[in-house]
T-cell receptor
């Protein structure tokens, strides 16, 4: 049973560039959430996708956008990169059960470094 | 305001010692879930346990046990007879029924178990 996978593992970009991170959910899951984890901090919720739409969003600027595909995989896009965007980006998947709070299972993350 | 507080930034113990990781949460919802995750150096968050607000029974799973007390808004995690493999960062998280799968994480407690 494949878990959550993310690509790439590591990424180095320069300020002002754009980046796309990818996530494949755990088999059977239909919901994908993205988190940003700065060094030494807990993960911060960016947004969640369900049925190919953004269902909920955290306190992140519009430079952060996403997409969910019909196969439930997802992308996170960040435009106009800032030094402060350097972090571990975690994808989590879950199965929406209609109202209940669903356990989220996390991938290994993508380490983004902005120079 | 911080919804989840993990006051212990780092704890060091010697193998076979018992250790308790503290978690205090804040919410106005009557329905919510609490979670514990383990993050080893590889970066992937590993799900350990979930507990809903209506179930205050303590839980034991092998060397792990959890103590949930609504009266003090705490959900503490105890590792009995710690092992070197328990070394990791541990995160407590809260999800509220009114906020649909948005997880609020604490800042984590780094546990060092020395041989």
């Amino acid at each position: 049973d494949a878990g959550v996978t993310q690509s790439p593992t590591h990424l180095i970009k320069t300020r002002g560039q754009q980046v796309t991170l990818r996530c494949s959910p755990k088999s059977g899951h239909d919901t994908v959430s993205w988190y940003q984890q700065a060094l030494g901090q807990g993960p911060q919720f960016i947004f969640q996708y369900y049925e190919e739409e953004e269902r909920q969003r955290g306190n992140f600027p519009d430079r952060f956008s996403g997409h969910q595909f019909p196969n439930y995989s997802s992308e996170l896009n960040v435009n106009a990169l800032l030094l402060g965007d350097s972090a571990l980006y975690l994808c989590a998947s879950s199965l929406s059960t209609g109202g209940a709070i669903d356990t989220q299972y996390f991938g290994p993350g993508t380490r983004l470094t902005v120079l | 305001a911080q919804k989840v507080t993990q006051a212990q930034t780092e704890i060091s113990v010697v193998e076979k010692e018992d250790v308790t990781l503290d978690c205090v949460y804040e919410t106005r919802d009557t329905t919510y879930y609490l979670f514990w995750y383990k993050q080893p150096p590889s970066g992937e968050l590993v799900f350990l346990i979930r507990r809903n607000s209506f179930d205050e029974q303590n839980e034991i799973s092998g060397r792990y046990s959890w103590n949930f007390q609504k009266s003090t808004s705490s959900f503490n995690f105890t590792i009995t007879a710690s092992q070197v493999v328990d070394s990791a960062v541990y995160f407590c998280a809260l999800s509220e029924a009114g906020d649909f799968n948005k997880f609020y994480f604490g800042s984590g407690t780094k546990l060092n178990v020395k041989p």
